[in-house]
């Protein structure tokens, strides 16, 4: 799939969500992505894989027909089209959570909160030790503090008209 095509999934993504409310977050995987990669973009001018990363990470919940690992699943769907550290970064972002979940006082909302569980919980001291030697471990925590903030209803945030000129310019350059 070329970047192009890539981006006409993505705004199929629109009225689709992780789960419905209100089980799931009140944004749908199209708003969410675009508040993510909106946040990271404001915090992280220079890193266009990690933005995109936040545009993408949580496509597992549309391409997994029903994978509870969403973030391996969504890695493995968008390594082809952009690459390995956008990949790296969406596989990592749910030890991430769990990370955050250990080491401080991490609001999560309740979405997240119930996710958290099957996800495996709160790292335990050695795993969040060895997250913390993984090379994309700081990306991966902005990527995840991104994604927690990014669950606004009508948030007016830049659309994929936006993104997916990044995206061609990234993959050129990878």
Do not use: N
């Not at 979405?111 to 996800?119: C, F, G, I, N, T």
């Amino acid at each position: 799939m070329d970047v192009d095509a890539f981006g006409d999934f993505l705004a199929g993504l629109d009225g689709v969500f992780d789960a419905p409310p209100p089980e799931g977050d009140p944004v749908d995987l199209l708003a969410h992505g675009l508040q993510c990669a909106h946040a990271l973009r404001a915090g992280y001018p220079d890193d266009l894989g990690l933005q995109l990363a936040g545009l993408v990470h949580d496509i597992g919940h549309a391409v997994g027909d029903g994978d509870p690992d969403h973030a391996r699943t969504g890695a493995e769907a968008v390594r082809p089209i952009l690459g390995d550290r956008v990949a790296e970064l969406v596989a990592l972002h749910v030890e991430a959570k769990r990370y955050l979940a250990a080491t401080e006082e991490y609001e999560l909302s309740p979405a997240s909160r119930r996710s958290l569980d099957r996800q495996g919980a709160a790292m335990s001291e050695a795993e969040a030790l060895r997250f913390e030697a993984r090379p994309e471990a700081a990306a991966a925590i902005a990527l995840r503090r991104a994604d927690e903030s990014a669950k606004v209803v009508g948030a007016e945030v830049p659309g994929l008209e936006t993104w997916v000129p990044r995206m061609r310019a990234y993959v050129a350059a990878i």
